[in-house]
């Protein structure tokens, strides 16, 4: 999750009282289930005290560009940093695919490609700011996904270019993870588990350098995020072209979401190490 030590599985109270202070964390708030609609789509999460626990959401890239026998799973740098800095390791981390996944499994009960390294861009710095240009990052599968097809990076400037011809004006996107979810009426903000992999829509609502601004009103018939859907893929409506990943936005999952952009030269800087460019 974004600007928290907090690992996602944490008391529901514990975040409720950390969602005045912890802005940008994000989850899907008033989506549906995802069900196979997002395969690619992933959850990321760690081991310890004989449990696996939902940390993150992430999306496969497919294999390495220097190493075709390494899989490459995309997800924000500051899940990755805050991980480290708690003191886990690739080894603590796991990932699946499973769209049925809970925030809490036995991991026998699933099948999970085996981490073997993570990364994230050099100058991602830990602060409470509500944007961070280089929050990008990578978990290294010891093996490609067999049968998963991955998902596409965006060409360079793709958003620039869509805003450039008029496309983004009142354009839909597609949100996906498995962070909790939020209700805000009727009392105190509440965040519950979602029962799997989670799909929102949003309508565009601005551009930076850096960002992609989106609206979910669910009272205006759209959803946007909450706690723990950090990394996970955005995407404009039925594509598979992953054009920002969550990150930040209403630290009260009420409203705006800012996932941060995949086609400025700064994180096709970073993932080029890794993946083949478009």
């Known amino acids: 999750m974004r600007r928290s030590r907090l690992a996602l599985g944490a008391a529901v109270a514990v975040l409720a009282a950390a969602a005045a202070t912890a802005p940008g964390a994000q989850a899907i708030v008033g989506g549906r289930p995802d069900g196979d609609d997002h395969p690619a789509a992933g959850m990321m999460a760690i081991e310890h005290d004989g449990i696996t626990e939902a940390w993150c959401s992430a999306w496969y890239a497919g294999p390495h560009r220097s190493d075709p026998g390494t899989g490459v799973v995309v ?11 708690l003191g886990f390791a690739p080894s603590d981390i796991t990932v699946t695919f499973d769209t049925g996944a809970h925030f809490y499994w036995d991991e026998a009960e699933r099948v999970t490609p085996a981490v073997g390294a993570t990364t994230w861009h050099p100058a991602y710095a830990y602060d409470y700011a509500l944007s961070d240009d280089e929050d990008y990052g990578v978990v290294l599968l010891e093996d490609p996904v067999p049968g998963l097809a991955p998902m596409k990076l965006p060409a360079a400037g793709m958003l620039d270019d869509l805003k450039s011809r008029g496309a983004l004006a009142g354009s839909l996107w597609d949100s996906v993870g498995y962070g909790f979810t939020a209700t805000f009426k009727r009392g105190p903000v509440r965040y519950d588990p979602p029962p799997g992999r989670m799909l929102a829509l949003s309508r565009f609502a601005g551009l930076t350098k850096s960002e992609l601004g989106l609206l979910g009103n669910p009272d205006a018939g759209f959803s946007t995020g909450c706690y723990g859907d950090s990394g996970g893929p955005v995407l404009p409506h039925g ?28 994180a096709r800087a970073f993932f080029r190490d890794h993946l083949r460019l478009p």
């Open 75 to 85: 997800t924000a740098g500051h899940c990755l940093a805050d991980l480290a800095e």
């Open 239 to 266: 594509s598979n072209v992953v054009a920002g990943m969550t990150a930040g936005g209403d630290p009260l999952c009420r409203a705006k979401a800012t996932p941060t952009r995949l086609d400025i030269p700064v």
